[in-house]
């Protein structure tokens, strides 16, 4: 399993699991479609949106895990 870090841009984040879009809704970006928001990182994403980085970064990685743990 792929792990998601600071500068994994948002497109591939969406690629790893399409699931993991409402974690972005949750921190206020909605545009996930627009070609600027698609091609941030996912720290770029959180500065403009006021969220914490690492808080984020957990909580998707959880995510990832739990959902393809065997």
């Not at 600071?6 to 699931?19: E, M, N, Q, S």
């Not at 928001?37 to 959880?62: F, I, P, R, W, Y």
Request: with cysteine.
């Amino acid at each position: 399993m792929e792990k998601i870090t600071k500068d994994t841009i948002i497109a591939d984040v969406l690629k790893i699991d399409r699931d993991l879009a409402p974690f972005f809704f949750n921190i206020g970006m909605h545009c996930l479609g627009c070609p600027s928001a698609s091609g941030e990182t996912v720290e770029e994403a959180c500065e403009v949106h006021g969220a914490d980085v690492d808080e984020l970064l957990k909580q998707m990685n959880d995510f990832l895990e739990e959902k393809y743990a065997e």
